[in-house]
T-cell receptor, first 113, second 115 residues
Framework: GENVEQHPSTLSVQEGDSAVIKCTYS??????FPWYKQELGKRPQLIID?????GEKKDQRIAVTLNKTAKHFSLHITETQPEDSAVYFC????????????FGTGTRLTVIP | NAGVTQTPKFRILKIGQSMTLQCTQD?????MYWYRQDPGMGLKLIYY???????DKGEVPNGYNVSRSTTEDFPLRLELAAPSQTSVYFC??????????????FGDGTRLSIL
């Protein structure tokens, strides 16, 4: 099955700096890559996603890049704010079942005011 | 729309007891999923369903059962609870619009402890 690896596991940045989280996947058939933000004790919430026919997608301060050849994708957050502090998960869908997702192990981002 | 609703929010079980985690969605989504999230880890798929009457195993199905009698409801049953099933359980749903991947919407989770 699909295997998603995520790095780093923790990340601390100063407010206003950029944060980058990287994920790799193993199944070349994967074609959908969402990113979720999870605050403590809350549900995962989708913040951005990208499909395999696109190399980059941007939404205000958040961007995701995808390199299908290398099988990796990254989340970029610019001008970080304290409210960006949370755990971020990447996921990949290998086109099995009902668009099933395989998740990375998460990155705990702390933005220091 | 309430979205995806899970009950209960918290539960403590004794080893060997059974219980059903409830999940309902009002978005008319065909696809529904159950995940578990262990401390400091990502989500792992337990079971999923592509529509009423159809269910299938995910990555970690052992010790669980599901049913899907309606589009709205997708309960998860734990039989003979074990300490290894202590986790946070999330239900999610999505709509296969146009045959392409669509985002999964999550419920608030059920925090389950087996003692």
């Amino acid at each position: 099955g699909e295997n998603v690896e995520q790095h780093p596991s923790t990340l601390s940045v100063q407010e206003g700096d950029s944060a980058v989280i990287k994920c790799t996947y193993s199944d070349s058939a994967s074609n959908y890559f969402p990113w979720y933000k999870q605050e403590l004790g809350k549900r995962p919430q989708l913040i951005i996603d990208i499909r395999s026919n696109v190399g980059e997608k941007k939404d205000q301060r958040i961007a995701v890049t995808l390199n299908k050849t290398a099988k990796h994708f990254s989340l970029h957050i610019t001008e970080t704010q304290p409210e960006d502090s949370a755990v971020y998960f990447c996921a990949a869908n290998p086109q099995t079942g009902a668009n099933n997702l395989f998740f990375g192990t998460g990155t705990r981002l702390t933005v220091i005011p | 729309n309430a979205g995806v609703t899970q009950t209960p929010k918290f539960r403590i079980l004794k080893i060997g007891q059974s219980m059903t985690l409830q999940c309902t969605q009002d978005m008319n989504h065909n696809y529904m999923y159950w995940y578990r999230q262990d401390p400091g880890m990502g989500l792992k798929l337990i079971y999923y369903s592509v529509g009423a009457g159809i269910t299938d195993k995910g990555e970690v199905p052992n010790g669980y059962n599901v049913s899907r009698s309606t589009t709205e409801d997708f309960p998860l049953r734990l039989e003979l609870a074990a300490p290894s099933q202590t986790s946070v359980y999330f239900c999610a749903s999505s709509y296969p619009y146009g045959g392409s991947n669509q985002p999964q919407h999550f419920g608030d989770g059920t925090r389950l402890s087996i003692l």
